[in-house]
């Protein structure tokens, strides 16, 4: 699965960026999509998950209440808002997809295909 993200780029505390996955020659529709992060020296961590449908949307507590996430079936792309970032929210951002419909977690191991990721820095 060829995913693909892109939105990273370096903005100052207390500001926004949305990022992108999208799957050229993909169908998305159907499978669960995850956004993990992973900062310089630090393990991959899960930031959020949407399920296809209706189904869950799960949040990791570090980023509850200023990241968002969405699909947008049309484009066949799904979204990661993220407002009021941190210093600490630097990273590179990874899109990954489950095999399953309905978001079960973030833990990494769900996840079979991932894109090449997208860096977030923010100063402070």
């Known amino acids: 699965v060829p995913l693909v993200e892109s939105g990273g780029g370096l903005v100052q505390a207390g500001g926004s960026l949305r990022l992108s996955c999208s799957a050229p020659g993909f169908n998305l529709d159907y499978y669960a999509i995850a956004w993990f992060r992973q900062a310089p020296g630090k393990e991959r961590e899960g930031v959020s998950c949407i399920s296809s449908g209706h189904g869950s949307i799960l949040y990791a507590d570090s980023v509850k209440g200023r990241f968002t996430v969405s699909r947008d079936y049309a484009k066949n792309t799904v979204y990661l808002q993220m407002n009021s970032l941190k210093p600490e929210d630097t990273a590179v951002y990874y899109c990954?997809?489950?095999?399953?419909?309905?978001?079960?977690?973030?833990?990494?191991?769900?996840?079979?295909?991932w894109g090449q990721g997208t860096q977030v820095t923010v100063s402070s």
């Open positions: 990954a997809t489950d095999t399953l419909s309905n978001c079960r977690g973030v833990t990494r191991s769900l996840y079979d295909h």
